[in-house]
């Protein structure tokens, strides 16, 4: 199984740190492009592009044969497919491609269509990994609560009720998380916080997902916490 991971340096070190086991019959090739050819894809079985979200046209280079994983944090499937006029695309599977968040025991992954979940299983027993399956939806399920959870700890941040140090030290000690919501924030990227939950209000309109003004002044000013 030959597998093409296109991304950018940091995730494409976080991919190599999670799958560092050599696993027989099993080779990469790391790609850092938007500029893809053809003859660059056609050998592989298995695609990671943990960048088609930002270019859904780019859906039409992949073979109907091909198991392709994409990093589907921000937007559904569905609606990715619809976006790139494809009618019977490749085999598309989802996967929480952030940074951090990637490189946990479990791939978190979504299916276009379920009776791909035979091939989610043979490209992860190959691998090695762990998978859990959740809903095609926007934001998956770790991210939409991680990124809902930084939001609402900016909040109280802006209202000045308690420090950073204080909010991060007081989530960890109070609900056992490993991280505080501003170390998960810096970690996770500001950037990735930010387009996340404005694909959830654009999803699904709820309050609680309505960018608070510092996460968003933080996000304009290239900011960390």
Known sequence: MHIVVLSGPEMAAEFEQKFQEEREGVSYTFLKSHNLLDEQLKPSDVVFDFLLHEHPERLSLYAPGQVVFCNAVTIQLAALVKQAYMEQPCTL???????????????????????????????????????????????MVTPRMICMI??????????????INDIN????????????????ANQIGVKNVYEVLQALYEDTKEERYKICPLLKTKYLKRESF
């Open 150 to 163: 930084i939001n609402e700890a900016c909040y109280t941040l802006q209202e000045e009720t308690a420090g």
């Open 93 to 139: 599977i989802g996967f929480n491609g952030l940074p951090t968040l990637f490189n946990r025991p479990v791939l978190e992954v979504s299916l276009l269509h379920q009776e791909s979940e035979a091939r989610l299983q043979e490209v992860c027993q190959a691998l090695g990994a762990e998978y859990l399956l959740v809903d095609d939806r926007v934001g």
């Open 169 to 184: 030290l007081g989530m960890k000690l109070g609900t056992n998380y490993p991280k505080g919501p501003f170390e998960w």
